[in-house]
């Protein structure tokens, strides 16, 4: 550190504290994901078949079918683009993506922004170079390629690192990217270990994974999704709980399966990356993933994640508040046949008649006393929002 620069951090600490001075230095990270993130993320459709063609593809079809009005905005690159290092240790991609930095350029000429991904640990999960030891010149990397989030999993860092050492290795690739000048989302992908959500904003984190890898499965999706419960007060403006990515539209899951995703993740103030094939969308899948509606329920500025306020059986209520003072409620059925799902007014805060209006259909549908019942088919969501 320069004498002057020490003389400035003195200062800081005497006249404000360490708390200040954390603001003054960090500040450039500070105003990014005030709402969770959205975007694209090329993992659970192309895995490790994804070329820079079908990133261009994604772009494309984020900047011109309604994704990007909607609020979509980050087109991230998961696993496998990795080169070599040259001589001097420099990551180069490999021949899938000749050109990294003209990549980048084309996502940002559609107005959008661009994330990549790696591991702390020597090798990717799927065995491509890692950033161990190479932390500095990596987010020097990605920083002089364009890049606007990172994605970093932890993978082989188990064979490198203590798990006491986790919150310190991903410290250092937050302190890289701070160095590298650019606002960088840092998103820690370490399956929820350790009680991430403790401590993942302190070592700079925007996102966290709070789970293992999801699959494009109901039950595998509604576990990870209601297993949330109990992690809100841990999100908010700039850090947040990730149940990890959509599977919305890869197949596996029918309607009411995926209407029950989309509306847990946004009441859970999920980041929204979704992780299909958006060149060959149906318009279904589209108007899923576009609903304004809903996505305002998870892109509401008050920033609170939604919790389970009631449940009897497969039946489930989930609340949570927004900033113009109504209330969103999901009404699950975790079921195997048609159930009516009610929510009280009382337990969401509500005493006397309340509006009651579906975000799906985008429909008001009446002004109830005291309580409201949805009749909700199996596996299904009513969504609604209550005033």
Request: overall charge negative; some cysteine; charged content about 20%.
């Amino acid at each position: 550190m320069k004498p002057r620069t020490r003389w400035v951090v003195r200062i800081l600490l005497s006249v404000a504290g360490p708390a200040c001075l954390a603001g003054a230095l960090f500040g450039q990270q500070a105003s990014l994901a005030q709402t969770p993130p959205m975007g694209w993320n090329s993992w659970n459709h192309f895995g490790c078949k994804v070329t820079a063609a079908d990133v261009r593809a994604a772009a494309d079809a984020i900047a011109s079918n309604g994704m990007k009005a909607a609020g979509y905005t980050y087109v991230n690159i998961d696993d496998c683009w990795q080169g070599q290092r040259d001589p001097d240790g420099t990551i180069l991609p490999n021949e899938k993506f000749p050109d990294m930095k003209a990549l980048a350029d084309y996502v940002h000429s559609k107005g959008l922004k661009i994330g990549i991904y790696t591991s702390p640990g020597p090798q990717t999960c799927a065995r491509y170079e890692g950033s161990y030891g190479h932390e500095e010149q990596d987010a020097q990397q990605y920083a002089a390629w364009g890049f606007d989030y990172l994605k970093y999993d932890w993978c082989s860092a188990r064979r490198v690192y203590k798990s006491s050492e986790m919150q310190e290795v991903y410290r250092k690739m937050h302190d890289a990217l701070q160095r590298a000048g650019r606002p960088i989302v840092f998103s820690l992908c370490q399956y929820g270990y350790d009680r991430v959500w403790r401590w993942g904003a302190s070592v700079g984190g925007q996102l966290w994974r709070t789970t293992e890898d999801i699959t494009d499965n109901y039950d595998r999706m509604s576990v990870i999704g209601f297993d949330q419960n109990g992690l809100e007060k841990f999100a908010g403006p700039g850090h947040w709980n990730d149940p990890d990515m959509l599977e919305v539209g890869n197949g596996k899951m029918n309607h009411d399966e995926y209407l029950t995703h989309m509306s847990l993740w946004c009441l859970l103030a999920a980041p929204l990356l979704a992780g299909n094939d958006l060149s060959k969308m149906t318009p279904e899948t589209l108007a899923i993933l576009t609903n304004p509606e809903v996505i305002a329920v998870d892109q509401d500025a008050k920033g609170i994640q939604g919790r389970r306020i009631a449940q009897e059986g497969p039946l489930e209520g989930w609340a949570k508040p927004l900033a113009d003072g109504s209330i969103a409620v999901g009404l699950f059925n975790r079921g195997e046949s048609e159930n009516p799902v009610t929510v009280n007014f009382e337990d969401i805060g509500i005493k006397g008649p309340a509006g009651v209006r579906d975000l799906w259909a985008h429909k008001d549908v009446g002004v109830f006393q005291d309580h409201f019942t949805a009749q909700v088919p199996r596996h299904g969501v009513a969504l609604v929002k209550v005033k």
